[in-house]
């Protein structure tokens, strides 16, 4: 009886010994397998430099100062562009000679003309051919277009031109007769029963506002603005839009309208510049200097 209960304990240590050595294989047990170290790259983040996804104007120079180290001999050097999905364009191709672990350029790479998405890709090979890669993203956009100044008459003036359209640049007609309620980006909100500006403007097609304060908005003036990336991040960044907007006519702030018109959005930055409000006349207006 003993020589069996002896027989039992020996079977069960000897399937417990069997599913854990399982158990440690299926658990990826042995020795791991150590990473291969890579090429360190490192990018120069002072003034003047790209080092970042960014946004710039188009023929403008984009300034990439790179810094690579290892702890194995470096072999190769390559930076290529690649303009909106469309292809790799190689800058540099350039062997590392002698034996050493760092590594340094500056590129200066002139943006084209065009509108659209620059990808930078900076990769660096050692002498085991293990390699590492970084990239930088720049969008290329184009000037604002400064559209100059204009103005919209109160809805009491005798003109009727109390609305504008934005995208094409004139006064148009608020009238219940006209058909043009596509076109009106911006209508003018003042009472009929008092000759008061208000300084309040409406959208009677979709068109929504945002406004900054102090002749600012997302601390920027009006002439701070320079590309349409300027716009959309202080569009971003600043208060719920609505349809309906009080300007400050006397302070002259800034504001943003946001435009939609078929299959485009255009965001147009808008900057009160003088005003005429005499109670009970019918030629006030809001005079506004914009661009987009």
Known sequence: MKKLIYSTLGLAVAASMFLTSCKDDSNGGGTPTPEVPKPTITFETSSGYVFAATSQLVNTNVKI??????????????ITRNYNGGGEVILLDSTISGNTKTASKTLNNLLG????????????????????????VVTAQGPLLDRGIDSVFSIKSATG????????????????????????????????????????????NGTRYKIGSAQKINGKTFNQFTTEQDILDAWNAASAETSTVTVDI???????????????????????????????SNNDFIEFQYKL
């Open 113 to 136: 003309a065009n509108k659209g998405t620059y990808t930078y890709t900076i990769s660096c090979t050692d002498n085991d051919a293990t390699t590492a890669t970084k990239t930088i």
């Open 161 to 204: 031109l109390s609305a504008y359209d934005l995208l094409l640049g004139e006064k148009i007609t608020a009238s219940s007769s006209a058909t043009n309620q596509a076109q009106r980006d911006i209508v003018d909100g003042s009472s009929n029963t008092t000759g008061a500006l208000t300084g309040v403007w409406n959208s009677q």
């Open 65 to 78: 100062g790179i810094a690579v180290t290892h702890t194995i001999n470096l072999k190769k050097l390559k």
């Open 250 to 280: 006397a302070n002259k702030n800034i504001l943003i309208a946001k435009v939609v018109r078929g299959a485009a959005t255009n965001y147009i930055l808008i900057s009160i510049t003088d005003f005429n409000d005499v109670t009970g």
